[in-house]
C-alpha cells in the first residue's frame, strides 16, 4: 500500500513539473497582448446598383408628324428661341436638307482646317492614332447597332485627313482647299435656300440641351420633388418600364446640372457620405466613367434599404436620352490604417485604440473612416487627432488581450 501511494505521489510531483515547465515554455513563446503595427493601407470599393434620371426639363409644345424635320441631334445644346425642328412639305424636301446639311458641315469642315493653316502644326502617327481610334469607335458601335455617332466621327476623321493633306502639301497656297469650297458652295446653293421661318418651326422655349425622347416623367422627377420621395416611390420609378410618346416633338433639358438616384441595401450604405466624390460608370460605348458627388442619402425607417442622390454636370447624347439604367459605382479611394475590428475600444465614450508603447499601454482616439463587418476590418484615419493624440504610423496596435487599462504597465 505505501509503495503505490509513493508511485502515485511522485507521479503528482511528475505532472506539476511537467505544466510548471509548459507554462514556462508558453510565458516565453506567447506574449500577453497581440499586436499588429499600424500601417497605411488604400483601398478602392465599387457597387453596381440601379437608378433614375432627374433632371429639369421642359416638354415641347406640339406633336411629332411625318412632316416634321429635326435641326439637331440628341443632346446638342441649343439657345433660347433657337429653330429645333421644322415642318416640311413633301418627302423630297427632307431629302434635300439632309444632303444640304452634309454639305453644310463638310464646307464648314474645311473652313476651320483651312483658317488654322497657318499654326498647324502636325504629327502624322498622332493623325493616323486618331483616325483609327475612330474607326475602332464606329465598328464596335456597329457590333451593338449603335450608329449614332458614326456621322460625328465621319467628320472627325475627314478633318484629320484634311489636316494632314495641308500640312504634308508642297503648295504655297495662300487659300487653301478654295476650289473645293467653292464646289461646295455651289452644290448647296443647287438645293436652294433653307426657309426655316416662325411659321414651320418649332423654337427652343429655354436654353439648354435637346433630344427627341420624352417620357412621362419630366415633371413627376424633378429637383424640387426628389428629396421628398420616398424610398418606395424611388423604387416605383426605378423600375417602371420606360415608354417613349412617338407623338411628342421632344424636349429641353434646361440645366447642365442633373442628379441619379439610386436603390442600395443597408450593408452598402455605410460606403457613402454626403459630399464625397464617386465615379459613375454606365456602361455606355460613347461615354466614358465620370466623376460626380454624393448629394443626399435617404433611408428607411428600419434602414433596410437607402435612396443615394448623385449630382452630375456631364452631359451627351446617351446621357440626355436615359432615364433608368444600371451603373458601377466606384467610390473614391480611401487611405487609411487597415486593422482588425477586435482592436476597436472605447474610454470615456471615445472610440480609439490600445497601442503597446515599450512596456506601457497607451489608449489612442482614433476616427474610423470605413468598416467591414463581413470581412470583419476596419480603415482608420492616419491624420486625425484630439487633444494632440493620435494613432501614428508603426504603432502596435493591441488586437487581443484582456485588462486592457491606459497607463496600465506591464511586468518584465
Known amino acids: 500500500m505505501a509503495r ?21 515554455y508558453w510565458r516565453f513563446t506567447h506574449a500577453e497582448y497581440q499586436t499588429q503595427p499600424a500601417i497605411e493601407y488604400v483601398t478602392s470599393q465599387s457597387v453596381s446598383a440601379k437608378g433614375v434620371a432627374i433632371r429639369e426639363e421642359t416638354v415641347l409644345e406640339g406633336h411629332a408628324g411625318e412632316d416634321l424635320s429635326y435641326l439637331y441631334t440628341d443632346g446638342a445644346h441649343v439657345s433660347m428661341e433657337m429653330p429645333v425642328a421644322r415642318i416640311v412639305s413633301s418627302p423630297e424636301e427632307i431629302n434635300d436638307q439632309m444632303k444640304r446639311d452634309a454639305l453644310q458641315k463638310e464646307l464648314e469642315n474645311l473652313e476651320a482646317v483651312a483658317v488654322s493653316a497657318d499654326v498647324l502644326i502636325l504629327q502624322n502617327d498622332t493623325v493616323a492614332q486618331r483616325v483609327y481610334t475612330d474607326i475602332d469607335t464606329i465598328n464596335a458601335s456597329a457590333a451593338l447597332g449603335d450608329l449614332s455617332r458614326a456621322g460625328d466621327l465621319k467628320y472627325d476623321i475627314l478633318t484629320q485627313l484634311n489636316r494632314r493633306s495641308l500640312a504634308t502639301s508642297r503648295t504655297d497656297e495662300e487659300e487653301p482647299f478654295a476650289g473645293r469650297i467653292e464646289e461646295l458652295k455651289r452644290e448647296i446653293e443647287s438645293y436652294g435656300i433653307e426657309e426655316t421661318t416662325e411659321e414651320n418651326a418649332v423654337l427652343a422655349p429655354a436654353p439648354g440641351y435637346f433630344t427627341k425622347t420624352v417620357d412621362g416623367l419630366e415633371e413627376v422627377l424633378t429637383f424640387e420633388t426628389m428629396e421628398k420621395l420616398s424610398v ?13 410618346d412617338e407623338e411628342s416633338i421632344g424636349r429641353i433639358i434646361t440645366n447642365h446640372i442633373w442628379y441619379y438616384a439610386v436603390v442600395i441595401n443597408s450593408s452598402q450604405v455605410e460606403m457613402f457620405t454626403e459630399g464625397y466624390r464617386v465615379e459613375l460608370d454606365f456602361g455606355m460605348t460613347n461615354q466614358r466613367p465620370f466623376l460626380a458627388t454624393v448629394h443626399k442619402i435617404i433611408t428607411e425607417r428600419d434602414g433596410a434599404r437607402s435612396i443615394i442622390i448623385f449630382e452630375c454636370n456631364e452631359m451627351g447624347e446617351e446621357l440626355a436620352n436615359m432615364r433608368s439604367r444600371k451603373v458601377e459605382i466606384s467610390v473614391s479611394e480611401l487611405n487609411g490604417y487597415k486593422l482588425p475590428r477586435d482592436c476597436k475600444r472605447y474610454q470615456n465614450d471615445q472610440v480609439g485604440v490600445y497601442v503597446l508603447d515599450a512596456s506601457v499601454i497607451r489608449f489612442k482616439p482614433v476616427e474610423i473612416l470605413y468598416e467591414n463587418e463581413k470581412e ?31 497607463g496600465k504597465v506591464l511586468k518584465q
Open 232 to 244: 418606395d416611390e424611388f423604387v416605383g420609378y426605378i423600375n417602371a418600364p420606360v415608354e417613349n
Open 4 to 24: 503505490i501511494m509513493g508511485r502515485i505521489v511522485l507521479t503528482f510531483i511528475a505532472v506539476l513539473v511537467l505544466g510548471y515547465a509548459w507554462f514556462q
Open 376 to 406: 470583419d476590418y476596419l480603415i482608420l484615419s492616419t491624420t486625425f487627432r484630439k487633444d494632440k493624440l493620435g494613432l501614428e504610423r508603426f504603432d502596435e496596435v493591441i488586437i487581443g488581450g484582456y485588462g486592457l487599462k491606459d
